[in-house]
């Protein structure tokens, strides 16, 4: 596609339920990063693919937190037992030649609320 | 961990008027990046730096590597309303292969009427 395409844009859920977000990356990206926003903050760390294998993990949060990237295209984060806390923005980048120029292109983000 | 302190908060500026912001660290990067983002949108990049002491210019904007490699800044001259927004530093960490990349927390740039 032309841009970084996330879906749901907004998702509404439950505390203690299961949410899924989805990252299509620009056509030909090798790298896909995933970042956690909440109000009034910047991007925080979560977690890095370089191809099909999570390059690194650090920035998730605890083991809730889930990534999967299986045909090196489109990555899936998943949330499980959903908490309050979870409620943010999560972004989406990706990025054709990691480790050079930095330049990451950004999804709009799916807005996580957790009632 | 590693951290970026961006400053200031927030500015409130007169149309015409030039801005900078900074950005520091207390680890090293390879990279210093400057990105902007709108409202209900992903954050743009502006400008990257790749060596110390670099100097960039994107046509208002302009950005330089410091030469510690631990600390950045962004000027923009003569700001006009859609200048808006928020402004972010981040770093690339130095790494055989880590490409981790994070952000300080911004800079959020008003335009006063």
């Known amino acids: 596609g032309a841009g970084v395409s996330q879906t749901p844009s907004n998702k509404v859920t439950e505390k203690g339920k299961y949410v899924e977000l989805r990252c299509d990356p620009i056509?030909?990206?090798?790298?896909l990063y995933w970042y956690r926003q909440s109000l009034g903050q910047g991007p925080e760390f979560l977690i890095y693919f370089q191809g099909t294998g999570a390059a690194d993990d650090s920035g998730l949060p605890n083991d809730r937190f889930f990534a999967v990237r299986p045909e090196g295209s489109v990555s899936t984060l998943k949330i499980q037992r959903t908490e309050r806390g979870d409620s943010a923005v999560y972004l989406c980048a990706s990025s054709s030649l990691a480790g050079t120029t930095g330049e990451l292109f950004f999804g709009e983000g799916s807005r996580l609320t957790v009632l | 961990g590693q951290q970026l302190n961006q400053s200031p908060q927030s500015m409130f500026i007169q149309e015409g008027e030039d801005v900078s912001m900074n950005c520091t660290s207390s680890?090293?990067?390879?990279?210093w990046l400057w990105y902007k983002q709108d409202p209900g949108e992903g954050p743009v990049l502006l400008i990257a730096?790749?060596?110390?002491?670099e100097l960039t210019s994107n046509g208002r904007l302009t950005a330089q590597f410091g030469i510690t490699r631990k600390d950045s800044f962004l000027n923009i001259s003569a700001s006009i309303p859609s200048d808006v927004g928020i402004y972010f530093c981040a770093g690339q960490l130095p790494g055989n292969r880590d490409d981790k990349i994070i952000f300080g927390k911004g800079t959020r740039l008003h335009i006063l009427p």
């Open positions: 056509s030909g990206h090798t790298a």
């Open positions: 680890s090293i990067f390879n990279t």
């Open positions: 730096l790749y060596k110390a002491g």
